[in-house]
C-alpha cells in the first residue's frame, strides 16, 4: 500500500528554540504508526503541524516539505486538514458542552430533511434529529458504547467523553488519516482496550493512523511502527515484532553523563510532612488522592510527565486550589491549606510558574526578597508605637538585600532595579532569596530551573543543596528534569495521574525511570 | 524613579490646553484671575480624584461606583446643616460624619465587589446608578428640620442645591489666603490638600499599602506570600469610598452649594477622566498622576467657558467638556484592552 503521508526534512522552531529538527517520517495506508517521546520531545508540534494548527503559521511557519497522498500539504487552518480527510482526536477534548451526544458527534456533518434541502439548500435545511441519533448511536455501538446520545455532554464523565470524541472522528466517511493523541491517558484498562480495538479495525479498513501515546504498552500491542523522539530529533524506529518496552524507555530518555553534585548519604526518619490521601485540584496538573512521606532534611524529587500532578503538591498545601486529605507536618495536622499560617509554620512553596505567580514584576529586587518576609513575620519593620507599626525599616532592609544580592551573585544594576528586567536565572535566584528570607524548615520548589540557562542552573541547584545542608531545610523539589532530580536528590517519587507510582533512588537507571513515568511495572 | 512618560492624551490635552491659553491671551482675558481660579479647582476636585487610587492600585479598577462615597459625603453635609453647625467646626463635622457613612458604606461596597471579582468597574457602575433612585427617594422623605435646606413650597423634601453660604462657604478657599500682587494662592487650601496626599502616600507606605499595591500587581502571588486578598481589597475600596466623601465636602464647600439628586452621577466620569488624562493606565496609578490629571482637565473647562462665550455659541462648552471626558476614558479602555492581550 502507498502512503498516506510522507514528511521529509521537517524543522520548526519556536521563537529560536528548535522544536523539530529534520523529522523524516512516513505513515502507510492502513498502518498504525506510534509516537513516542518525554514532554517537550516535539509530538505535539508534530501534531499540530499536521493538523494545520493556527499556532504554527502564527509562530514562524516550518521549514521541510510534507506530501500527503502524493500531494504537498500546505495547511492554513484545521477546516482544511479536515476536508483532505484528516482527523484529530485531541488529549483535552475539543467537545461543546452544552450540545447533545448526536450534536456534538454529528457537528457539521448532519442528516438534513431531504425536502427542505431542496428547497433552502442543504445550509439551511432541517435537521433530521431522529435519523442522526440513530446514526450517532451506531457509530458509538461500534465502540462498545451504549447510551442515551439525546444526553448532553457537559454531564458526561471524562472517560465517555473520550468515546464521543473518538466516534466524532470515526463517524466520517471521508477519514483517511487520523491524528491520536494521548487517546487513552484518561481511560482504565478495559475501556483503553476497546477504543484500541477499534483502532485495529480502523486500520484494517484502511486508514492511516498516527498514535501518540505514554502508554508504552499499547504502543507494542497495536502499532506497526514506532518512532521515538527525543529534543525534536528522531532517536530511534523500531518495526512490529523488535518493539520492547525497554528500549522505548531507553531512547526516550537518552543517555546522559551525570555528575554527582550532591553525595548519597542516609537521611533520618523522621518524618516531615506525611501525606494521607491527598488530593488538590488543579486543572490538569490533579493530585487523587496521594500518600506520601517526607523525611527530615532530606531533599526528594517528584516528578512525572506533565499533567500527572507532580507540580500541585505545594500549591494544595498553600490553599492555592482546593484541597482533601490529611496532612501531618511534624506532629500536627494542617487543619487548613492557607497561606499565611503555613508560612509561619515554616513551610514554604516555590511556584513553578515564575512569571505568573513567582514574582512582582513592577517591583523592585529588594521589594520582591523581602516581601513576603515582611508581609507574614514583620521582617524588616520599624519599631514605632501604634499606630504607627508597619513602615519599612529602609536601612535595615537595604543591607540585608546588599548582602544577599552579592552572596548569590544577583546580577543587577542595583536593588532598586525592576525585577522584570532581570534574566530568568536572576529572577529565580530572587526567588530563592525570597523563601530563604522567611527561613523556611519545608520548602516546596517546582521546576527550579526551568527557562534558565545552563550556568545558572548549576548555581540554582547548589543554592538548593547548600539551604539543605547548611539550614536543615527539608526540600521537596518538583522537576521534569531527571537528570537534575538525580544529582540533588535523595529519593525521587515517581507520579502517575496523581497517585504516587514509585520512590526510586537516585541511582536508579533511566530505563527504570522511563517505564516508572510510563507507568509500567518492571519487566 | 521611574521616568515619566508622555502619552497621547496628555500630548493631545497640553496641545489643546495651550491653544486655549493662547485664544485666552488674544481675547484680553484676565489670566491672572483663570490662574487663581485654577489652583482653586484643582484643590476642589481633587480630592475625588486621589479617591481613584486606593483601588486601582489594589486591582480593584477604576472605581465607577464613586456616587457611593459621594452619597455618604452628601450625608455628613446634609445632618451638618440640618443641624446648623458654621465655620470651621461645621466642616470638620460633616468631614468627620462623612468618614463614618463612607466606612459603613465602603465596607457593604466591597462585600460586593469582591462577589464580583474582575469585573468591578461595570458592578461599580450599576451600584451607583441603582444607588441614586434609592438616595432620591431618601432625600424627599427624610425628616431634616432646617428650612433652608427643604423645598420652600410645602415645605417637605431637600432642595436639590442647598446653599451653604450661611455655614461653611468657600472655608478653606479663603483660609490663609495670600495675595501677591493680583496673584492669590490659598496656603490653607493648598496645606489641607498636601495632607491628603501624604496620608495616602504614607498609606501606600505602609505594610498595608505595600500589600495592596502587590494584590494589584499580582494577586496569586500575593495569596501566596499569605496575604488575604478580601481583605485587603475591602480596605483600599473602604479607603477610596472614605476618601469620595471627603472629596465632596470639600468640593461642595468651593462650589457653595449641596447637590443632591442626580448630581453624584456628573461627579465620577470627570474625575475618571483626569486621572486617565495624568498619565494612570488603571492598573496602577500615582498621586502626581492624580494631581498633574486634575490640573489639565479643570485648566481645559476653566478655560473653555469664556473663551467660548466669546467666539462660540455658549452651548458648545458642555458639548466639549462631555465629548473630553467621554473619549479620554475610551481610549483608556481601548488602550488597557491592548494591553491585556498583549501578554
Known amino acids: 500500500m502507498g ?89 483535552e477534548f475539543a467537545l461543546i458542552p452544552e450540545l447533545t451526544i448526536t450534536e456534538n458527534i454529528k457537528l457539521g456533518r448532519e442528516i438534513t430533511n431531504k425536502l427542505t434541502n431542496r428547497l433552502f439548500g442543504h445550509k439551511y435545511s432541517f435537521v433530521d434529529k431522529k435519523l442522526n441519533a440513530q446514526s ?13 446520545v439525546g444526553l448532553k455532554v457537559r454531564n458526561l464523565s471524562t472517560n465517555i467523553k473520550q468515546f464521543v470524541e473518538m466516534a466524532r472522528e470515526i463517524g466520517r466517511q471521508d477519514l483517511n488519516f487520523l491524528l491520536l493523541d494521548e487517546p487513552t491517558a484518561t481511560l482504565n484498562k478495559d475501556d483503553a482496550q476497546l477504543l484500541l480495538n477499534v483502532l485495529l479495525a480502523m486500520s484494517r479498513a484502511g486508514v492511516a493512523i498516527l498514535f501518540v501515546s505514554h502508554r508504552l504498552e499499547e504502543i507494542k500491542q497495536i502499532c506497526d511502527r514506532v518512532t521515538v523522539f527525543r529534543d525534536g530529533e528522531v532517536v530511534s524506529r523500531y518495526n512490529q515484532g523488535e518493539i520492547s518496552t525497554t528500549n522505548l524507555a531507553r531512547d526516550m530518555i537518552g543517555h546522559t553523563v551525570t555528575k554527582a553534585v550532591a553525595p548519597t548519604r542516609t537521611v533520618s526518619n523522621n518524618p516531615a510532612m506525611i501525606f494521607k490521601k491527598f488530593s488538590v485540584a488543579m486543572p490538569g496538573e490533579e493530585i487523587r488522592e496521594l500518600d506520601l512521606t517526607v523525611y527530615e532534611g532530606e531533599i526528594l524529587g517528584i516528578t512525572s510527565l506533565s499533567g500527572h500532578g507532580k507540580l500541585a503538591l505545594g500549591y494544595g498545601v498553600m490553599g492555592l486550589y482546593p484541597a482533601a486529605g490529611e496532612v501531618i507536618y511534624g506532629k500536627q495536622k494542617l487543619h487548613r491549606m492557607d497561606s499565611r499560617t503555613n508560612i509561619l509554620k515554616g513551610i514554604y512553596v516555590l511556584p513553578d510558574d515564575r512569571q505568573g ?21 514583620n521582617l524588616f519593620s520599624l519599631r514605632l508605637p501604634r499606630p504607627f507599626t508597619g513602615f519599612l525599616d529602609q536601612q535595615k532592609a537595604h543591607r540585608y538585600v546588599t548582602q544577599l544580592v552579592h552572596d548569590f551573585e544577583i546580577k543587577c544594576t542595583a536593588i532598586t532595579q525592576k525585577i522584570k528586567e532581570l534574566s530568568g536565572g536572576n529572577q529565580q535566584k530572587v526567588c530563592i532569596a525570597r523563601a530563604l528570607t522567611v527561613n523556611p524548615k519545608l520548602l516546596f520548589v517546582a521546576e527550579p530551573t526551568r527557562g534558565i540557562d545552563i550556568s545558572a542552573k548549576e548555581k540554582i541547584l547548589q543554592m538548593l543543596i547548600e ?44 530505563v527504570e525511570f522511563g517505564l516508572a513515568l510510563a507507568g509500567e511495572e518492571n519487566i | 524613579m521611574e521616568v515619566y512618560r508622555i502619552k497621547p492624551p496628555q500630548v493631545i490635552i497640553l496641545i489643546f490646553l495651550c491653544v486655549l491659553v493662547g485664544l485666552a491671551y488674544m481675547l484680553h482675558l484676565d489670566l491672572v484671575d483663570l490662574f487663581n481660579e485654577s489652583l482653586i479647582k484643582l484643590m476642589m476636585n481633587g480630592v475625588l480624584v486621589l479617591a481613584l487610587i486606593p483601588m486601582i492600585n489594589a486591582g480593584a479598577g477604576i472605581n465607577f461606583g464613586l456616587p457611593v462615597g459621594i452619597i455618604g459625603g452628601l450625608l455628613g453635609l446634609c445632618i451638618t446643616v440640618n443641624f446648623r453647625l458654621t465655620g470651621f467646626a461645621g466642616f470638620f463635622t460633616s468631614l468627620l460624619l462623612s468618614v463614618v457613612f463612607c466606612c459603613m458604606l465602603g465596607w457593604l461596597y466591597g462585600m460586593l465587589l469582591n462577589k464580583v471579582k474582575g469585573r468591578e468597574e461595570i458592578a461599580g457602575t450599576f451600584i451607583g446608578l441603582s444607588m441614586i433612585p434609592l438616595m432620591n427617594c431618601f432625600w424627599t422623605l427624610v425628616p431634616f428640620q432646617n428650612r433652608q435646606m427643604l423645598y420652600p413650597i410645602g415645605g417637605q423634601g431637600l432642595r436639590p442645591k442647598i446653599s451653604l453660604e450661611p455655614y461653611f462657604n468657600n472655608i478653606l478657599d479663603n483660609m490663609a489666603l495670600a495675595k501677591i500682587g493680583a496673584v492669590e494662592i490659598p496656603l490653607g487650601f493648598i496645606a489641607f490638600f498636601s495632607l491628603i496626599c501624604l496620608l495616602l502616600a504614607l498609606f501606600h507606605r505602609t505594610k498595608v499599602g505595600r500589600a495592596t499595591i502587590a494584590t494589584g500587581e499580582n494577586e496569586e502571588f500575593s495569596r501566596l506570600s499569605g496575604i488575604d486578598i478580601a481583605k485587603i481589597r475591602l480596605i483600599a475600596i473602604i479607603l477610596s469610598t472614605v476618601l469620595a466623601g471627603i472629596g465632596i465636602c470639600v468640593y461642595s464647600q468651593s462650589y457653595g452649594f449641596i447637590q443632591l439628586y442626580d448630581e453624584p452621577l456628573a461627579m465620577y466620569f470627570p474625575a475618571i477622566s483626569a486621572i486617565l488624562i495624568g498619565g494612570s493606565t488603571g492598573r496602577r496609578a500615582f498621586i502626581f498622576e492624580a494631581v498633574l490629571g486634575t490640573y489639565l482637565l479643570q485648566t481645559i473647562y476653566l478655560l473653555s467657558v469664556p473663551i467660548a462665550n466669546e467666539i462660540l455659541v455658549p452651548e458648545i462648552t458642555e458639548i466639549l467638556r462631555s465629548l473630553i471626558t467621554y473619549s479620554i476614558i475610551l481610549y483608556a479602555l481601548l488602550h488597557r484592552s491592548g494591553r491585556r492581550l498583549s501578554h
Open chain 1, 3 to 91: 502512503n498516506i503521508l510522507e514528511i521529509i526534512n521537517l524543522s520548526k522552531n519556536y521563537y529560536g528554540i528548535p522544536a523539530l529538527k529534520n523529522v523524516n517520517l512516513t505513515v502507510k495506508a492502513g498502518e498504525i504508526h506510534g509516537l513516542v517521546g518525554a514532554n517537550g520531545s516535539g509530538k505535539s508540534t508534530l501534531m499540530n503541524i499536521l493538523f494545520g494548527n493556527r499556532i504554527i503559521r502564527e509562530t514562524g511557519g516550518y521549514q521541510g516539505q510534507i506530501y500527503h497522498r502524493g500531494h504537498l500539504l500546505r495547511l492554513n487552518n484545521c477546516a482544511e486538514a479536515i476536508s483532505l480527510g484528516i482527523g484529530m482526536v485531541h488529549q
Open chain 1, 136 to 148: 450517532a448511536a451506531l457509530i458509538l455501538n461500534k465502540l462498545g458504547l451504549d447510551i442515551d
Open chain 1, 357 to 377: 505567580l513567582g514574582i512582582l514584576p513592577e517591583h523592585s529586587v529588594a521589594d520582591n526578597i523581602i516581601f513576603t518576609g515582611n508581609q507574614v513575620k
Open chain 1, 467 to 510: 539551604t539543605n545542608r547548611s539550614q536543615q531545610t527539608t526540600i521537596v523539589m518538583a522537576s521534569s528534569e531527571l537528570d537534575e532530580l538525580k544529582r540533588i536528590c535523595d529519593r525521587i517519587a515517581v507520579l502517575v495521574e496523581g497517585r504516587l507510582f514509585k520512590i526510586l533512588s537516585p541511582d536508579a537507571s533511566d
